[in-house]
């Protein structure tokens, strides 16, 4: 077991009707003003924009707004956030939907208080030394930035997608009402499963290979996800499987599952990528980074993906032949997110031979950059796994 520090200090209100407290909530933490940030209109569609800013008003707080972000949000948004709230004299930032909207708010949080370009933090010119709090009404359960230390963004100045991660990202609290998300479209809901598999994947799929108490919690979201994800599909209103979506959504990237892991995030670089280029929504690129990632690389370590295909997909060990078992994990993984309605290819979304060459560039900042895997995965490596996933 590798050593870890393990920090999850965003206080959780799990369960039906906590949103309509947000007034006296952000009132009790003594904030008198937060930036409302959102997205393309579902929380106005759905009612909950009236129970929030409803809620506002009975605590006796103003506030202002900052709509219209889009999925896989982009820095200039964030930017005229950062103008409005300082022009505004807001004091929080209040995020009400799905990683898009809560990581623009983090942006405006630690470019807020920050003289210079807060791209600055995303292309390591610099690193934030404060910052200024976020919270949480969830509506989608999907990225976990309601509890994670990341906030992804989208630079249209060559359509960079980058991750950054500080202590300062993580939300003050958040609001997790499953009901919340049961006007998600199939689709968003798939794209959800998937991404919560894959902050779960990221980190059990490494190096070193066992950390047995870390591993059975990784397999235990991975279980519960496989088991209520196609309920929530087939059911948009269960709310049993939307509470058990939207918990493991955190638990697996409040870093809980890799506690004494390496973990690499590798199919998130293949896949921010594919988001930047196409506009594929985060989800879907990961189930077209996966399958290809792991019939690369599961020979490296063989008896860790047998592991995971016996344990999570309830496949037989082949004692005689455990890369056939190791596949056979992999194989399962695929038919699941295909049978949810994600691309498991590039073909699947338009891309095809020609795209791979500028694709691999990207990945490795102009074919010099390698990423640490179970081996030193560089441009060569990347065309490959590229060439896998056509
Ligand atoms: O914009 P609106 O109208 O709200 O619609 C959204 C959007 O179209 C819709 N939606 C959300 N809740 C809904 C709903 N529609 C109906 N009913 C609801 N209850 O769903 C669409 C996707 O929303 P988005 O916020 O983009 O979803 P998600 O939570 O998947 O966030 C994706 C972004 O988070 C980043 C991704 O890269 C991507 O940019 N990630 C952030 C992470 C982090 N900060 O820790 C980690 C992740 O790995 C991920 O990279
Ligand atoms: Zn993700």
């Known amino acids: 077991m590798n050593n870890f520090i393990f920090h999850s200090p965003t206080k959780v209100y799990f369960g039906r009707g906590y949103e309509k407290q947000i007034g006296s909530l952000l009132k009790e933490h003594g904030f008198k003003k937060p930036l409302l940030v959102y997205g393309g209109g579902s929380i106005k569609r759905s009612g909950l924009y009236d129970a929030v800013t409803a809620s506002l008003k009975e605590a006796g707080l103003t506030y202002a707004e900052l709509g219209g972000v889009q999925p896989n949000p982009l820095l200039s948004l964030a930017k ?49 030394k404060t910052g200024i709090p976020t919270v949480v009404i969830l ?59 894959m902050h779960t994947l990221e980190r059990y799929l490494t190096l070193p290979g066992e950390v047995e108490l870390t591993d059975r919690i990784a397999e235990a979201v991975l279980k519960t996800v496989r088991e209520y994800g196609p309920i929530a599909i087939d059911h948009p209103d269960d709310y049993e499987a939307r ?73 037989e060990m082949d004692y005689a032949n455990p890369e056939a078992t190791a596949l056979a994990g992999i ?48 441009k060569k490596e990347f065309l490959d796994i590229l060439r896998l996933a056509l």
């Open 80 to 128: 005229k956030g950062i103008e409005l709230f300082r022009a505004e004299g807001c004091d929080v930032l209040l995020a009400v939907g799905g990683g898009s909207s809560i990581d623009t708010a983090k942006v405006i949080g630690l470019g807020v208080p920050y003289d210079g370009d807060v791209w600055d933090f995303w292309c390591g010119k610099a690193d934030p």
């Open 139 to 197: 509506t989608i359960a999907a990225a976990g930035s309601e509890t994670s230390e990341s906030a992804v963004i989208t630079n249209e100045d060559g359509m960079l997608k980058r991750g950054r991660n500080s202590i300062f990202n993580r939300p003050l609290f958040s609001i997790m009402n499953p009901e919340l998300t049961y006007t998600l479209p199939a689709y968003q809901t798939a794209c959800g499963i998937v991404d919560i598999m």
């Open 243 to 315: 509470a058990e979506l939207m918990w493991a959504g955190s638990l697996s990237h409040n870093d809980l599952t890799g506690c004494g892991h390496a973990s690499v995030f590798i199919n998130h670089k293949i896949g921010h990528e594919l988001s930047a280029k196409y506009g594929t929504a985060h989800g879907a690129s990961l189930a077209i980074a996966f399958p290809a990632w792991a019939k690369y690389c599961y020979r490296y370590n063989i008896p860790r993906f047998a592991q995971y295909a016996v344990r999570v997909w309830g496949c």
């Open 331 to 378: 194989v399962a993984t695929e038919v699941f997110f295909r049978s949810i309605g994600m691309p498991v290819r590039l073909s699947d979304i338009g891309v095809g031979e020609a795209e791979l060459d500028d694709l691999a560039n990207r990945i490795t900042s102009g074919g010099t950059g390698t990423v640490q895997t179970y081996i030193d995965c560089g």
